[in-house]
Every structure is written in C-alpha cells, then in structure tokens.
C-alpha cells in the first residue's frame, strides 16, 4: 500500500501523559500536513512541512505539541502533558508541491485522554 | 475560522436518488476541493476543480464552481448506500495553494438501501 500511513491508529492515555503519533507520507511528497478533527467538526490545520522545514504552525497549536520531519520522510507529532481537551482525531496529509496542493489523508490516530 | 461552510449540514436519501450539497467560502481561490470521510476513519480525495474550470465529472460525481458567487456544489448521482459518509469541502487558506487546507463542517449524507 503506498498511501498515507499513521500509527498508533488509537491511543488512549491518561491526562499529563506525554504521546507521540507518527506519520509516513506517500513517498514522493514533499510537504506533510497535521491536522485534528473532533466530533462533528472539520479538519483544523495544525502545521505542516515542505521537505524537513516546518514552515507553518497554527495558533490552536500550543507549547505541548511539538511536530518534527527530521529527515524530510517520516514525521512525528509530540503531545505532552496530556489533556482531556487534546481528545480528537489527528490527520496527517501529504502532498506533492504542484501549485494545486492536492492533499492525501491517512487513516488518522484516535487519541482519548482520560 | 473555517473557510468554507456545507449545506444542508445533513442529507437523508434513498438508494438511487441523486444526493446535492453545497459549499460557500469567502476568499478568492485558484482551487477547491471535496472529499468525503466514513465514521470513523480518515479523508478520501474525491476531486479538485481549479478556479478556471466550471464543472468536473468523476464517475457519478459532478462538481461544479461558481467563482462570482464563491460557491461550489457536489453532486452524487445513483447514490448508493456506500456513499453514506461526511462530505467536506476545503479551500486553501490565502486563496491561492498556499499550503494549508481549511474545511467546512461538512455535510453528513445518508442513503438508505
């Protein structure tokens, strides 16, 4: 399969815990995108990457969450200190640069903070 | 805030109607895009049409783009009870493919067998 891949697919874990989710993009993408979804609601843009460079993050993102893409393939999305708020869908994207952005969706990783 | 706005917010059909949803969004685009979730699971890219365009077919999907009015609308002919999922619309933020997407709160589609 050469789609989006993302593990775990659920998490759940007990407030001010730490978590980390990853995601592998389709292989020849250079930009990956996190977003989170909670019930009823649409994708909200959290960050994305172009190659290793994060060159975007949103405000919803606060100093818990930490997204890397060290060698421009594989990215990780860190949450630490849990809360019952963090409770959402995370989607990770990718897509390759071609002035349209069409953008390709994983499975996504169910987090539930208890 | 989000960009683009579904309606109706949900849709209930029977197998074999023809299933319409539309989508207002504020900024000027060179693209918009549809794509459709299952409970639980992740998003499927269904299609993008370009600000130049005013219609795109896909199989039993047609999508259509009114740029004076910031509309667009997606419909679903011979629906099946497989197409019951939660349709979003998305633009890019900027207006141009800036990068980051931003959706409605989508339009929930029922079809019943």
């Known amino acids: 399969d050469t789609g989006v891949s993302q593990n775990p697919r659920h998490k759940i874990t007990k407030r001010g815990q730490n978590v980390t989710f990853r995601c592998d993009p389709i292989?020849?993408?250079?930009?990956l995108y996190w977003y989170r979804q909670t019930l009823g609601q649409g994708p909200e843009f959290l960050t994305y990457?172009?190659?290793?460079?994060?060159?975007?993050k949103s405000r919803l993102l606060s100093d818990r969450f930490s997204a890397e893409r060290p060698k421009g393939s594989f990215s990780t999305l860190e949450i630490q200190r849990t809360e019952q708020g963090d409770s959402a869908m995370y989607l990770c994207?990718?897509?390759?640069?071609?002035?349209?952005?069409?953008?390709?969706f994983g499975p996504g990783t169910r987090l539930t903070v208890l | 805030s989000q960009q683009g706005e579904e309606d109706p917010q949900a849709l209930s059909i029977q197998e074999g109607e023809n299933a319409t949803m539309n989508c207002s969004y504020k900024?000027?685009?060179?693209?918009l895009q549809w794509y459709r979730q299952n409970s639980g699971r992740g998003l499927v890219h269904l299609i993008l049409?370009?600000?130049?365009?005013r219609e795109k077919h896909s199989g039993r999907l047609r999508v259509t783009l009114d740029t004076s009015k910031k509309s667009s609308s997606l419909l679903i002919t011979a629906s099946r009870a497989a197409d019951t999922a939660s349709y979003f619309c998305?633009?890019?933020?900027?207006?141009?493919?800036?990068?980051?997407?931003?959706f409605g709160q989508g339009t929930i589609l029922t079809v019943h067998p």
């Open positions: 994207a990718s897509s390759l640069w071609t002035g349209y952005n069409e953008q390709f």
């Open positions: 292989s020849e993408h250079n930009r």
């Open positions: 990457f172009q190659n290793e460079a994060q060159l975007e």
């Open positions: 900024t000027s685009i060179n693209n």
């Open positions: 049409i370009r600000s130049n365009e």
């Open positions: 998305a633009t890019p933020a900027g207006g141009t493919s800036y990068g980051k997407l931003t």
